[in-house]
């Protein structure tokens, strides 16, 4: 019983996929040379501790209740 794909339109969707993993690749290099090995999402500085929280966000950190409309 023979198969419907050939080997050559095999090969070429894995040298495709061997090229798209090749750009990331390349694409993620160039991104940790320029921003570093951080993720991207990461919180900034002043809301990392919570006193840095507290003088952000005065309001919650007074016990008070934002008011709706």
Known sequence: ??????????????????????????????EDELYGEARGDELPEQLRTRDGRAEFFPVRASGARPRGP
């Open 1 to 30: 019983m023979a198969g419907n794909a050939s080997r050559e339109s095999t090969r070429d969707f894995e040298e495709i996929a061997r090229e798209i993993l090749a750009e990331a690749k390349a694409i993620d290099e160039a």
